[in-house]
């Protein structure tokens, strides 16, 4: 959810004061990277988010987040932008010995609870992309959830676009050719709310940070390609994981004439490697207006100057409100700072273990990455990078990415003969159990055999029940019935049967 706010509405002033605040968060940060008041310790210490959708025993979204909030009493859920939003947060944990069976059954017990209370009012909870039951009548103002801070977003980014938010996505037919196009104009920012996300948390020493953010985007493309699940939306379908261009438009501030000028959009993947955190909030500074511009009181020069650590609220608000598909985090625990990588490049879902899987193939290849002699971004240009996670996107198990040493390769066959070994090191060196590395490697073994992730199973579900005689509507919905009992059952998504 992020940081809330308690204002809607700011003045000249308020922003002017606000970028000077920003730019003493900023000074702040330097000092502390240079004298160096971070703590860490050896073990990977490791945070999971999973945004979630409520829907009704219709399958329709179910505008339901504050009753099933209200009934449950536990920090680790929030409110999220839609109404049919939930947000689950983890809370951070170890990654060594056997956490990692800790984590997935931590998340169903936590899910069970979660679903209880949903029952309750009448609603069932589901891990997935994107909802594919939305339609352009939920997307609306109204259907925001209550919170100042949304609203603020709402009002602010409409102001700062000017012109209504457009939806334009064309998918990719079975041939290569075009396929169905989705064109829709929104007054709101709401279609960002159908973008449901896993989100992963590494935390890093300030020496480690730049390594660590690096070979994240070096995988990114890959993290898409096995992890896609979200190939419908408003009843089309578009790409393998239709979430990163409906993210990037539903956000999109720019006009017509500034995305000509090549102003960075705030959904982001960057434009170069880095050398420090330093470079990331630096840039956000220098090329992105305050959203919020709320300024606290704190000081954090003077924070610093009398001994303690400055929690740098102003920079923290700025950057919550840069979408990074890697996202530096700053943070402060009981008066200790740290760092983390945010890794918000997956979507939610199919299952608990497939999200697991997912989370545990990222550590794994992130720790071998980060050690290795030669390091990978210093053979692949970022530009490459960023194309992989574009055609990632669109494609899934079906792109082609350009890897060093390899060229252009699948997906599929870049896991399978390089990465997956790769992954499993780097777990062994975070001190997982063979048990558990085994466990969740196989998922992402036998997706990559199959061809079966999320989105290939949705499509191809999709397409039987058309098949038989159901228009598109009835068949996303015998789809999603389907897809509701592979989540329940907890079954990797690979071995969930397509209809015949």
Known sequence: MGQDVAR???TRQDRQQYRGKVHRCLNALATMLREGPFTWDDEATTGLEVELNLIDHHLAPAMRNSAVLDGVDRPELQPELGQWNVELNMPPRPL????????????LDLLAAVEKQAEAANARVLAIGILPTLEAEHLVTDRISPSTRYAALNEQMLAARGEPFRLDITGVAPNGRPGEQLRMDFDSILPEAAATSLQLHLQCPPSQFAAAWNAAQCIAGVQLAVGANSPFLLGHRLWAETRVPLFLQATDVRSIELRNQGVRPRVWFGERWISSIFDLFEENVRYFPGLLPVEERQDPLAELAE???PILEELRLHNGTIWRWNRPVYDVTDGTPHLRVENRVLPAGPSVIDMVANAMFFYGLLRRLTEHDEPLWTRLPFSAAEENFRLAARDGLDASLYWPDRGWVRPDTLVLRELLPMAAEGLAAWGVSDAVSARYLEVIEQRCHTGLTGA???VRAVDALERRGADRRG???????RYLDGTTANAPVHTWPVPG
């Open 475 to 481: 068949a996303i919905r015998g789809m999603l019935a």
């Open 456 to 458: 290939a199973w949705q």
């Open 96 to 107: 060594g010995g056997e956490q990692g069976r800790y984590l997935e059954n931590s998340l």
């Open 8 to 10: 809607r509405s700011f």
């Open 307 to 309: 001994g303690r650590v």
